[in-house]
């Protein structure tokens, strides 16, 4: 069985200032790990992932995580937030086949 | 190019009708999932599709509940008598492959029962 928690159901940051959106997992295998971003009455938009390689993984709009096989966390991390940056961030596992198995979700709240 | 649609964009109906919904997923994707996100609770996976075959459907909450898929297009997942506890946003993904890929997610369809 797998799982993805995500520990805070909101974070606050204040423009400017590093964001970060934890995540840790349980997978008995392989870990495929997502970020995706959900803005009100829209749909999941993909953010980044980690299959293989590199334990730094780089995405869209300025965002990047960090793959870290002894914490069993993928953290999300933004240097520099902006307002525009709130909304609600779900962290999920994906099995061989392709499910996806979802954090409760994060949300982010940035202030000007 | 074109995302993933998915219509309606909201259905309203009374409990006990049955309601259609529809994916077009993106135009080569073979892979075709559907997840529900209730108010309150997270996103939960339903059903996926590899090519027009559903070799999972053990997301499905009950047997009101049903999916198929023409070739390797248009999806619909169809719900029977409706109960209020089925009110929720249904979401569509693609993929160019089922197993560990990028999934890109419809708009969703929020579907409320009375």
């Known amino acids: 069985a797998q799982s993805v928690a995500q520990p805070e159901d909101q974070v606050n940051v204040a423009e400017g200032n590093p964001l970060t959106v934890k995540c840790t997992y349980s997978v008995s295998g392989n870990p495929y790990l997502f970020w995706y971003v959900q803005y009100p009455n829209r749909g999941l938009q993909f953010l980044l992932k980690y299959i293989t390689g590199d334990n730094l993984v780089k995405g869209s709009y300025g965002f990047e995580a960090e793959f870290n096989k002894s914490q069993t966390s993928f953290h999300l991390k933004k240097p520099s937030a902006l307002v525009s940056d709130s909304a609600l961030y779900f962290c999920a596992v994906q099995d061989s086949w392709g499910k996806l198995q979802f954090g409760a979700g994060t949300q982010v709240v940035v202030t000007p | 190019g074109a995302g993933v649609s998915q219509s309606p964009s909201n259905k309203v109906t009374e409990k006990g009708k049955d309601v259609e919904l529809r994916c077009d997923p993106i135009?080569?994707?073979?892979?075709l999932y559907w997840y529900r996100q209730r108010l309150g609770q997270g996103l939960e996976f339903l059903i996926y599709f590899q090519g027009n075959s559903a070799p999972d459907k053990s997301g499905l909450p009950s047997d009101r509940f049903s999916a198929e898929r023409t070739g390797e297009s248009v999806s619909t997942l169809t719900i029977q008598r409706t109960q209020q506890e089925d009110s929720a946003v249904y979401l569509c993904?693609?993929?160019?492959?089922?197993?560990?890929?990028?999934?890109?997610f419809g708009p969703g369809t929020r579907l409320t029962v009375l």
């Open positions: 135009s080569g994707h073979t892979a």
């Open positions: 993904a693609s993929g160019l492959k089922t197993g560990p890929d990028t999934q890109y």
